[in-house]
């Protein structure tokens, strides 16, 4: 490929929880037996754009979290370095599935994926240092909810454990990841929003939060310059009333129909309030088109035949 082809840019953020299907304990054969189907769908569709792929990672992390907490006798390891974990855990998990599609399908790529750990600056006097709100790990317990020394919070799925989200100011490695799609290579990046940093001086130092991973992929979209945004999840789209007998999905939705169903609470904060914000965010910065879809459908709504689609 040369550099500066002229294929379109296209973005897919992956769900951390749509690597978990409903039901599933999350053991990793079917965390890669999950990945399948999107990276088929993104082997092919490397044929036709230029992919950076970004992932979550609040199942993995905390089941990290989970784990340590098992062995108390053992270093506590904060955040930013149990997300730098997820990164390299699901960077190869990522890429070694979609190069076993790629070579399934005959498309000569071998050898130009990059799995890149990724630092994402955030600003250490933001708010959500001290109200949490991004639901990580399992759905707990009752017995666990009250045992918890940490914070929990109410999610569609049942209760989970909360933790910061500060907001992503900068993508550190953002001229690295231009140049690299520039130049044909597919980017797995931005693994769970980000490993959060704040600036010291000219250096960075890790922070204990984790990174909405749809608004650190938006501030990539921006910084690197995406043509199209695609957000994969668990669900089919963007629902009103969702989880309730009146619940129905949206095919479109425009940007004052969707900040006021945000107002009234529709799109919660730490997993659809994001993913909106971030759709709304690339189409104000010179985005194409942004949509947010289930992982089997990415195809499908591409060419605009599933999935909830944005417009100013
Ligand atoms: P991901 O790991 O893909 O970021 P999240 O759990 O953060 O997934 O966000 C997707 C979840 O948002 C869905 O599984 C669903 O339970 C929840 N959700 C909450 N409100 C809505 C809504 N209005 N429409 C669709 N999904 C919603
Ligand atoms: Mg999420």
């Not at 992956?14 to 399948?36: D, M, P, V």
Request: charged residues 25%; glycine residues 10%; neutral net charge.
């Amino acid at each position: 490929m040369t550099p500066d082809s002229p294929k379109k840019v296209l973005l897919v953020a992956l769900g951390g929880n749509a690597l978990i299907k409903k039901g599933q304990k999350g053991t990793l054969s079917e965390q890669f037996a999950n990945l399948r189907e999107p990276m088929q769908q993104i082997a092919r569709l490397s044929r036709q754009y230029r992919l950076i792929i970004t992932h979550g990672n609040g199942p993995q992390v905390g089941d990290l979290l989970l784990r340590q907490e098992a062995l108390p006798e053992l270093s506590h390891h904060p955040l930013e370095i149990l997300v730098a974990q997820t990164q390299g855990w699901l960077g190869y998990m990522i890429e070694s599935t979609l190069d076993g599609e790629l070579t399934r399908l005959g498309v000569d790529l071998k050898s130009s994926l990059v799995s890149l750990l990724s630092y994402v600056v955030v600003d250490e006097n933001d708010s959500a240092f001290k109200n949490p709100t991004k639901p990580i790990g399992p759905v707990l317990t009752p017995e666990q909810v009250k045992r918890a020394d940490y914070p929990v919070t109410q999610t569609a799925k049942g209760p989970r454990r909360v933790v910061a989200s500060p907001k992503p100011i900068t993508i550190v490695e953002k001229r690295e990841i231009k140049t690299l799609i520039r130049n044909g290579f597919i980017v797995i990046c931005c693994g769970g929003g980000g490993i959060p940093v704040v600036r010291e001086g000219r250096g960075f130092a890790g922070v204990d939060a984790v990174i909405d991973k749809d608004l650190a992929s938006a501030k990539l979209a921006e910084d690197v310059g995406v043509d199209i945004f695609c957000i994969a999840t668990d669900v089919p789209g963007l629902a009103l009333d969702y989880g309730t007998p009146k619940e129905r999905f949206l095919d479109e939705v425009s940007k004052k129909e969707a900040y006021d169903y945000l107002k009234t609470g529709q799109f919660p904060p730490g997993s659809m309030g994001p993913k909106v914000e971030a759709c709304i965010k690339v189409l104000e910065n010179g985005g194409q088109r942004t949509f947010i879809c289930s992982t089997d459908e990415i195809t499908k709504a591409l060419d605009q035949k599933a999935g909830t689609h944005f417009s100013l």
